[in-house]
Structures are given as C-alpha cells and as structure tokens.
C-alpha cells in the first residue's frame, strides 16, 4: 500500500543547529511532496512543496528539501534552527492518480532549546 | 489560496450525540477533504467530499459514523455521528488548489464527555 514514513518522531536540537528531519514514501510512480508544519496552538501551514522539475526545493523560513527518486525520500533541511522553529512537522505525498488525496506521515516533534 | 472558515471551532458534547462541522471556502473548489487529528498523533484523511455525489471514504471510516454533504462547490459538512470518547480529535477541512498545493482550515476541536 502507498505509505509515508517519518523516522525522527521527536527530535531536540539546540539553537543554531542544523536540521535534518527524514521523510520516505513507498510508491513507484508519480508523487507530489509537501511538508507542513504546525506551530503549538495553530493550524497548518505549508513549509514548501515539489512538483516537478528541480529538486531541491526552497520553503518558507529558511527551509529547503530535497527530492531523491532512487531512495524514494524528501528530506526537510535547515542549516540552523532557531527557537521559533520548535513545531511538529508533517510530510505529505499525494501519489499519482486522480485521486488527489494527500497522504501524510506520522510527524516529528522538534525541539528547540535556546 | 483559498481561505476557509471552520466551525464550530471547538465543542465539548455528549457521548451519544452528533455534531455538524462546517467548512466555508471563501472560492470555488473541486476537492475538499476532511481529515481527523487525535491527540498527539498524525493528521488521517477521513474521506473526499465529492460535489454532487457520495462521499469517498477511507479504509475504516463509514458513512454511518461520519456523514458527509458537500451541496456545492464552496461548503461541506462533515457531522460525527453517535459519539464517544475515542472521537475526541481535531477535525480539518482541507482544499486542493492545484498548483498551489493543499490549505487546510483551523480545525474543530472536539471532545466527548
């Protein structure tokens, strides 16, 4: 079945750290790849997302992925986390299909310590 | 992108009873979805509100328990029926915008007593 795992559930980094959160789908084909972010008490926000075309990509907030067809993976990146930063993110995969529905991962919890 | 309105924003019912969501899209939109949030866990796609015709539910959520409208291309509800405890999440209406991606609404806290 198609399928989207995040590894790291709770991740705790210090300030200035780099971040690098994993994400992975289990499908062959098409897939369009988004990862959101919900900061304590909000909604859902989108963080950045790929379509097509080059593959790493560059977000909101100093965030940026990369996606890599062989190892089927679109791992979020930042060279250096702020306090602000701490949220639980969310990777989603909308697979190929007129189906439309996007699929997400479990989430990993970040931790900022200032 | 599309701005949607969700309501109520939070409730605390019975168990036994039902309640109504709504989710108001401030544009036209082909897809809308309704995703559940339990406590401390993932968001889970409950079904895909289709305009005109039947729900598209996901493998273990029924009609029976979550009944979904959808009478035009701006509005959908989605009502939990027959609740109890385990019901207790937070309930989002979302929107596909081609291009632009997915936006969800606030939510719609709920919890059963």
């Known amino acids: 079945a198609q399928s989207v795992s995040q590894h790291n559930h709770h991740v705790i980094l210090s300030e200035a750290a780099s971040l690098e959160l994993g994400c992975n789908y289990s499908?062959?084909?098409?897939?369009?790849l988004f990862w959101y972010v919900q900061y304590p008490g909000q909604h859902l926000q989108l963080l950045l997302k790929y379509f097509s075309g080059d593959p790493l990509v560059k977000g909101i907030k100093g965030f940026e992925a990369e996606f890599i067809k062989s190892k089927f993976s679109f791992n979020l990146r930042k060279p250096s986390v702020q306090w602000s930063d701490t949220a639980e993110y969310f990777c989603?995969?909308?697979?190929?299909?007129?189906?439309?529905?996007?699929?997400f991962g479990t989430g990993t919890l970040l931790a900022v310590q200032p | 992108s599309a701005v949607i309105s969700q309501k109520p924003s939070r409730d605390i019912c019975q168990r036994g009873t039902s309640l109504t969501i709504q989710c108001q899209v401030d544009?036209?939109?082909?897809?809308m979805f309704w995703y559940r949030q339990q406590p401390g866990q993932s968001l889970t796609l409950i079904a895909t509100?289709?305009?005109?015709?039947?729900?598209?539910?996901e493998s273990g959520f029924v009609i029976d328990k979550f009944p979904i409208s959808r009478p035009n291309l701006t509005f959908s509800t989605l009502t939990v029926s027959n609740m109890s405890p385990e019901d207790s999440s937070i309930y989002l209406c979302?929107?596909?915008?081609?291009?632009?991606?997915?936006?969800f609404g606030s939510g719609t806290r709920l919890t059963v007593v």
């Open positions: 989603g995969t909308v697979f190929g299909g007129a189906t439309n529905k996007l699929i």
């Open positions: 979302s929107v596909s915008e081609g291009g632009v991606g997915y936006t």
């Open positions: 544009s036209q939109v082909t897809m």
């Open positions: 509100a289709n305009q005109g015709s039947e729900a598209t539910y």
């Open positions: 499908y062959g084909g098409t897939v369009n």
